[in-house]
């Protein structure tokens, strides 16, 4: 029996007109799958899973670029509000294996009622405030 084929990782190796900025440790990156207009990921170049594994110095790099890559959803969008977040391991939703960080643009009316934010990625949990 043949193993099973592993997918080229679709970080490592990127489109360069998705790139919105980058250095030597990070890159702003266009989502493919956008969620909101200016849907952004943030990605080390480094090929590691989670944030967990990152050094201090991408740690402060992928804040920076973070910080970055909302002044240029800013600039060509200007959103009301974000919602940040990383999906870390299979049972917290990751699908590709190299650490990314979500920076989605939100806007007013986007959904009736926003409250709970990140919270609704377990529905039965998120309403709190009921």
Avoid at 21 to 47: C, M, Q
Wanted: glycine share 8%; net charge neutral; aromatic share 8%.
């Amino acid at each position: 029996m043949n193993p099973p084929e592993t997918k080229p990782c679709p970080f490592c190796t990127l489109q360069t007109h998705r790139i919105l900025a980058e250095d030597e440790l990070t890159v702003a990156y266009a989502d493919g799958f956008p969620l909101s207009p200016g849907h952004t990921v943030v990605i080390p170049r480094r090929h590691f899973p989670t944030l967990f594994e990152a050094t201090p110095e991408e740690q402060v790099a992928l804040l920076n670029m973070l910080a970055r890559a909302k002044a240029v959803v800013e600039k060509h969008h200007q959103p009301d509000g974000y919602n940040i977040g990383i999906n870390h391991g299979p049972a917290g939703g990751q699908t590709v294996p190299h650490l990314h960080i979500h920076l989605i643009p939100r806007y007013r009316g986007d959904k009736e009622d926003p409250r709970g934010g990140v919270r609704w990625v377990l529905p039965d949990k998120a309403k709190y405030w009921a």
